[in-house]
Nanobody, 127 residues
Framework: VTLVESGGTLVQPGGSLKLTCKSS???????????MGWYRQAPGKQRELVAT???????NYKDSVKGRFTISRDNAKRAAYLSMDSLQPEDTAVYYC??????????WGQGTQVTVWGQGTRVTVSS
């Protein structure tokens, strides 16, 4: 079983992105029974839970992303998604997809980089 994430890129604050996680090598019934999750790891920080969705589509979110991020899944496509709105610089991280199988097996993807980068502001120093 492998997971491949995609959709990470550079985005300005306030922007939106949708990450996709595609699973291969798993039968439909096993995928449907698994809990899918998105985690992230910022530089110098530990990996943290962002959102999960169970086989019955019960969702759970990190407090700081509630109301901005939405996790979803399409079992027929063996895919999970993370829609992210109102992105902020603190959302910058490598985002990882996780499959937590019914039997407790954990599968991780390789990650996709999300960078929220401001356009900057001009500073002029004059004497």
């Amino acid at each position: 079983v492998t997971l491949v994430e995609s959709g990470g890129t550079l985005v300005q604050p306030g922007g939106s992105l949708k990450l996709t996680c595609k699973s291969s090598g798993t039968i439909l019934s096993a995928y449907s029974a698994a809990t899918m999750g998105w985690y992230r790891q910022a530089p110098g920080k530990q990996r943290e839970l962002v959102a999960t969705i169970t086989s019955t589509r019960i969702t759970n979110y990190k407090d700081s992303v509630k109301g901005r991020f939405t996790i979803s899944r399409d079992n027929a496509k063996r895919a999970a998604y993370l829609s992210m709105d109102s992105l902020q610089p603190e959302d910058t991280a490598v985002y990882y997809c996780n499959l937590d199988s019914y039997g407790g097996r954990q599968i991780w993807g390789q990650g996709t980089q999300v960078t929220v980068w401001g356009q900057g502001t001009r500073v002029t120093v004059s004497s």
